[in-house]
């Protein structure tokens, strides 16, 4: 099993600053690796695929960088909506896993 | 509009089962890849079980209790949930895709507890 491991546990963050996210996989993935948002009570929203393609409606200010073991999401500009919990989810093999998730709050 | 939306969760007993659905509209479902995804409260993430037309694929902590299958007549999804376990207590989300996910259900929450 390929293990997605996300860093920082958590980031402290203010509004309007950059926000850097990664994800470590224990084995290449090569660039099949999505990021996801996820916000209180609310289900996960798709917003990076194939490690640097946004998904349909999601702001420019997230891009996501890297292939084979090592990937970044970043936020350039962090807006109110953007504090979140965000996962990464490797698809290059089975089973299928996630990272345990970056928490991104105000500080 | 592309919508999933669960249901057949509840309250049930160790060892209890439950069938979950998830309802697909908005897009041709017999086309895709379907998906379990569960979250266990203030946990993160964890993929269950996915099924494209003819091949099934199961978490090891789920495989031999959990069954997955579809029924592009009626565009559902189902997960029939069996021998349940505390640790199965979870938000059981639908997503579509076959390799990423690119839309989700609200979930449905299964809770086993005696």
């Known amino acids: 099993e390929i293990v997605m491991t996300q860093s920082p546990a958590t980031l402290s963050v203010s509004p309007g600053e950059r926000a850097t996210l990664s994800c470590r996989a224990t084995r290449s993935v090569s660039s099949n690796l999505a990021w996801y948002q996820q916000n209180p009570g609310q289900a996960p929203r798709l917003l990076i695929y194939?490690?640097?393609t946004r998904a349909t409606g999601v702001p420019a200010r997230f891009s996501g960088s890297g292939s084979g073991t090592e990937f970044t999401l970043t936020i350039s500009s962090l807006q109110s909506e953007d504090f979140a919990v965000y996962y990464c989810?490797?698809?290059?093999?089975?089973?299928?896993?996630f990272g345990q998730g970056t928490k991104v709050e105000i500080k | 509009e592309v919508q999933l939306v669960e249901s057949g969760g509840g309250l049930v007993q160790p060892g209890g089962s439950l069938r979950l659905s998830c309802a697909a509209s908005g897009f041709t479902f017999s086309n895709y890849n379907m998906n379990w995804v569960r979250q266990a409260p203030g946990k993160g993430l964890e993929w269950v079980s996915s099924i494209s037309y003819t091949t099934m694929y199961y978490a090891d902590s789920v495989k031999g209790r959990f069954t997955i299958s579809r029924d592009n007549a009626k565009n559902s999804l189902y997960l029939q949930v069996s021998s349940l376990r505390a640790e199965d207590t979870a938000v059981y989300y639908c997503a579509r895709g076959g390799a990423y996910f690119d839309c989700w259900g609200q979930g449905t929450l299964v809770t086993v507890s005696s």
């Open positions: 194939g490690a640097s």
């Open positions: 989810h490797q698809y290059n093999d089975w089973p299928r896993t």
